[in-house]
């Protein structure tokens, strides 16, 4: 062998190299797999609202249907024939639709949606299509057909839903790089909402969802990206120590929820003493609190940290012509109605030829048989001469006919039966001719009024299928829950004056209150300074802390009194300040900004009270006036950068406390927002009153009940309130009511006798019932009697309800109104009365007066902590008199 062929050889049995690149692949096998996960799994159509593994199921139920419950085993073993897919993910899905109770009839232990427990086992589980199923997802003669994933079978490209499916169900799914989210929306409304789309009206429709609860849709944004649907539980007190949870938000179950609010309590935001889940078919969860808990403030504490309050934020995207979409609601809407209005015509146009070819042949029945054409056949050789023969004996009779007779018509005459043909009545198959003729009509007006014809299907569907899907979500517009105001105060701050630490981990120092730990501490010191912080466990402010509180954001109504002096040997000013906002770990400086600043006098006054003090000044030359008075009261609030008025010019030697102060602030009014069903400061909704520091609300409900609470914001409102305004206790209250024991009228008047305890004035008896309540000084009423049969009405009474009875107790049955049988109670307006004036705001003492005196020699290591007796000295101090000895410190509470 040459040396040439063996270098042949050799270069054939070495291996290959070649080099394939992958990103043109990585790229195509990709953007495959993201468009099969879009198209074919997770996203739905609009033309129908079905995602392709919901499409198929419901097919493979139409395939199966015969009116009885067929094994959900059954229907998903059917629905693997178009669905190319593992049984676990059609099983799944088809619970979900079940779940919904719109398009399936279900039997069995199909889960609940209200405590997460999952569905039994398919084997054990049967469905059948409901009738509201049968009547708008189907018509096989409208469908458009494909082959299914394995050529074997046809399966409908979508099929002809005539509601807008898609939105009373909701939708979601997560594909590559894109997905879904389109909320449930009620019934009833998306009913209505088509048909003002028909009538060209404007419409708005927002979600409903099946576990009810009650939802902010003022974010909704149509359902589009960057909206946002706030969803809470139904939380009400069922007694003092007790709240009860009726409803949850969408998302939740009962379970989810319960873990949260003890995820809460273990990391102390809430405090609560046990809870029951007494779910059944309806949610109702008990949540018993300590004794000495607020059942206000848990309920919003428990929309701040659990699950009682949840966001959503809906994303509309479905498929059109195989790409994704990205519309609102009301386009989604829009678009179903038209298309449910394009089938509507294409099932008419369908329908209108059926009865025109039944006319058409019903027409040349009757003239073959009442002509007796089918003689002109009996001599007839051929087939041909057959149809010719039929064909020439019909022509004279055929002029009225819509379209001409073909070949296959004729052959149809002569599938005819003798039987039928004998038997054959004029005058029946004339009757059956003008029916059809009145069908055709009939087809061809709702054609001519195609839109009257689609309002009309969707009443017919109101009418038939809306019973019992009213809304379940309530809509509201809710306040925010300031977390700070609402969680529980779970830890313990300390201080240490000296050294300028606060913290919740010095439990050797001072105590100063209880906190959370996601307050914030405001801090002053002896030097001026003023810092607001986060609660930590140990945090270095600065030496000399001389207060510690913790820090209440927007508060214009806690006001800091303050005498410094301005650098070491500088003049001495006082200044009035609120501190409203600031920025977190930033010292301020509340002085003059010099050397050598220090603080005479500080108090915190959380109702804006203003003290007197007395001045002392030092024996310095020739002063004369070495002692005053000076009254806050006459300083204005001014901001925390303000300089203030100056006091002296001259050496101070202390300052004392000479009398504690009220109020200088005007009473708070309180509006009540009817909207959120919230009490508010900001002017939102009706004004109720001004209020001071002990003023209470008096509420009466359609229950009877009455009672006075004090005014706080973060107060819930039970549903039946009929009266709430501020509460005079020398006002009485007048009421009329039936008593269903006794099957009276009665009058009563009564004053609340027991603040803050919740009574009621009516009997217990359950068909006793408030017909009037007024609580005007002079209350008047309108009597409308019955009409007794055989007499005339007796005319109307009015009664001075002040003059008819005495104030007694809330609990007296009060007097008979009348003996007549009445039809009803009417409050008139009232008669004129001059109500006493309210004492004015300077004869109110206001207590809870935090403050902090100094004298210029204080020694900075020791600041104890005392009681002021009134005196100018502390009872724990050692001080042996205060008015010539400057060592030592004063502090007054």
Avoid at 255 to 278: F, P, Q, R, T
Avoid at 507 to 522: A, N, P, W
Wanted: one cysteine or more.
């Amino acid at each position: 062998m040459s040396e040439d062929n063996t270098d042949i050889l050799n270069s054939q049995d070495e291996p290959q190299e070649s080099i394939t690149r992958v990103t043109g692949m990585y790229k195509d096998w990709f953007l495959d797999y993201a468009s099969y996960v879009i198209l074919e799994r997770a996203v739905p159509a609009i033309e129908d609202g079905f995602k392709p593994v919901q499409r198929r199921i419901m097919h493979s139920m139409k395939d199966l249907d015969d009116g009885r419950y067929n094994k959900v085993a059954n229907i998903v073993g059917h629905t693997m024939q178009y669905h190319p897919h593992g049984d676990a993910s059609i099983a799944d899905a088809m619970v979900q639709i079940g779940q919904k109770d719109l398009l399936i009839d279900t039997q069995g232990n199909w889960g609940n949606i209200l405590t997460g427990d999952g569905a039994a086992a398919s084997r054990y589980i049967e469905a059948r299509l409901s009738k509201f199923a049968l009547d708008v997802v189907y018509n096989p003669k409208i469908t458009e057909w494909q082959a299914s994933y394995d050529g074997r079978r046809k399966e409908p490209i979508n099929l002809p839903v005539m509601f807008p499916l898609l939105l009373a169900q909701g939708g979601e799914g997560i594909a590559v790089g894109l997905s879904t989210k389109i909320l449930p929306h009620n019934f009833i409304e998306l009913i209505e909402a088509s048909i003002k789309h028909l009538k060209g009206k404007r419409f708005t429709i927002y979600p409903d969802f099946p576990t009810a609860g009650i939802a902010d849709v003022s974010n909704y944004n149509d359902g589009l990206r960057g909206g946002k649907v706030r969803i809470r539980a139904k939380i009400s007190q069922l007694d003092k120590n007790t709240l009860v949870i009726t409803e949850i938000p969408y998302g939740t179950n009962t379970s989810s929820l319960i873990d949260s609010i003890l995820k809460a309590n273990d990391k102390g935001k809430i405090k609560i003493k046990k809870i029951e889940d007494n779910t059944a078919a309806d949610v109702e969860i008990l949540v018993h609190l300590p004794s000495g808990i607020s059942p206000d403030k848990t309920i919003d504490a428990l929309y701040a940290f659990t699950n009682c309050e949840t966001s959503i934020s809906p994303l509309g995207c479905v498929i059109e012509d195989n790409k994704p979409l990205f519309i609102g609601v009301s386009e989604m809407l829009k678009r179903s109605t038209d298309n449910t209005v394009q089938l509507l015509k294409s099932e008419l146009e369908i329908k209108l030829a059926e009865f025109e070819e039944q006319w058409h042949f019903a027409s040349l029945e009757r003239i073959f048989i009442e002509n007796r054409i089918y003689r002109d056949i009996e001599e007839e050789e051929t087939w041909e001469g057959v149809i010719k023969a039929i064909d020439n004996g019909l022509k004279p009779h055929v002029k009225h006919l819509k379209r001409k007779v073909t070949e296959e018509d004729i052959v149809r005459l002569t599938e005819i039966r003798i039987k039928r043909i004998s038997k054959f009545d004029i005058d029946k198959a004339q009757q059956k001719i003008e029916a059809l003729e009145d069908q055709i009509a009939e087809v061809k007006h709702h054609l001519a009024n195609l839109i009257e014809y689609a309002i009309s299907y969707f009443e017919r569907l109101k009418k038939d299928y809306g019973e019992g899907r009213e809304r379940k979500t309530e809509l509201r517009t809710f306040a925010d829950v300031d977390a700070t105001k609402v969680v529980i105060r779970n830890t313990k701050l300390y201080v240490n004056r000296a050294e300028g630490f606060i913290g919740t981990s010095l439990r050797r120092d001072e105590y100063v209150c209880d906190c959370s730990d996601i307050d914030d501490i405001i801090v002053f010191t002896n030097s001026g300074k003023m810092m607001v912080t986060k609660v930590d466990s140990k945090t270095f402010i600065g030496k000399d802390i001389i207060h510690v509180a913790v820090f209440k954001k927007k508060d214009k109504r806690t006001i800091y009194n303050m005498i410094y002096r301005d650098g070491a040997k500088g003049p001495t000013y006082v200044k009035r300040f609120a501190v409203t906002s600031i920025t977190r770990d930033k010292e301020y400086d509340l002085t003059n900004g010099s050397k050598g600043s220090k603080l005479w006098y500080f108090s915190a006054n959380p109702n804006g009270e203003a003290e007197v003090i007395t001045v002392y000044l030092r024996q310095v030359g020739s002063i004369k006036k070495l002692k005053w008075d000076l009254d806050f009261a006459d300083i204005l609030i001014k901001g925390r950068a303000s300089k203030g008025n100056l006091v002296t010019k001259y050496s101070v030697k202390k300052i004392e406390l000479k009398e504690k102060g009220v109020s200088t602030l005007k009473p708070r009014k309180i509006w009540f927002d009817d909207t959120v069903q919230r009490l508010n400061v900001d002017g939102r909704g009706e004004l109720i009153g001004e209020f001071r520091g002990e003023d209470r609300l008096l509420i009466i409900t359609q229950s009877g009940i009455a009672k006075t609470i004090l005014p706080e914001l973060t107060t819930h409102f039970d549903e039946d309130m009929i009266v709430l305004e501020k509460w005079i206790p020398k006002k009485p209250i007048s009421v009329v009511y039936y008593n269903g024991e006794k099957e009276l009228y009665y009058v009563k008047r009564f004053l609340i006798e027991n603040e803050g305890k919740e009574e009621s004035f009516i009997s217990d008896h359950p068909d006793s019932q408030l017909e009037i309540v007024s609580t005007d000084w002079k209350p008047l009423a309108e009597i409308e009697f019955k009409k007794e049969r055989g007499k005339d009405r007796k005319d109307n009474e009015t009664v001075n309800l002040e003059a008819f009875i005495a104030v007694k107790g809330i609990s007296a049955l009060g007097n008979q109104l009348t003996k007549e049988k009445i039809n009803q109670v009417n409050l008139l307006d009232p008669l004129p009365y001059e109500a006493p004036e309210d004492t004015p705001a300077e004869d109110i003492e206001v207590v809870d007066e935090t403050t902090i005196s100094t004298s210029e020699d204080t020694d900075s290591k020791s600041q104890p902590k005392a009681e002021y007796d009134g005196s100018g000295t502390s009872d724990d101090i050692d001080d042996d008199d205060p008015e010539t000895d400057d060592q030592g410190q004063t502090v007054l509470f």
